[in-house]
């Protein structure tokens, strides 16, 4: 008879939900990518509009070009307080992930333990099945034995 484990079932279930985490923790990691994009261009944005601003000889730009720095810094600014809370949420899925791979760690541990008493108690089975073979073949060779004894005398 083959090895059947018997929480089988909910070992699947914690899989499949630990692959589950795996592809949110994957999204909050796009998502912190996004924002980190969203971050870099607009400091590339920046960059630019100080190089435009220092290199324009038109001084009645000037108040235009603060007034839209200043829009980016701000912008910078919520962009840099959403990557803070993308970094967390992304935090809190990865400890949830490794809860969940704990979690199939313990069923996968017990499973091989289950696997190897499986083992053993067959081994011990075909053991005590060979012994009593072994028993009857020696009781039959005695008895066979005795049966020859009388003829020879």
């Not at 996968?108 to 060979?130: C, D, P, S």
């Amino acid at each position: 008879m083959p090895f059947r484990y018997r929480l089988q079932k909910v070992l699947d279930f914690r899989v499949r939900k630990k692959e589950e985490q795996l592809r949110e923790v994957q999204k909050a990691k796009n998502e912190v990518d996004r924002i980190q994009g969203l971050i870099d261009e607009n400091n590339n944005e920046i960059k630019s509009v100080i190089k435009i601003m220092h290199s324009t000889p038109d001084y009645r730009l000037i108040d235009s070009y603060d007034k839209y720095l200043k829009h980016l810094y701000v912008k910078g600014d919520e962009l840099e307080k959403q990557k803070l809370e993308a970094e967390r949420i992304l935090q809190d899925e990865k400890n949830k992930l490794i809860e969940k791979e704990k979690e199939v760690k313990v069923l996968e541990k017990h499973k091989e333990k289950a696997r190897e008493t499986y083992i053993e108690e067959e081994k011990q089975a075909e053991n005590k099945q060979l012994s009593e073979v072994a028993i009857q073949k020696y009781f039959e060779r005695t008895k066979m034995k005795k049966e020859e004894e009388p003829e020879d005398t």
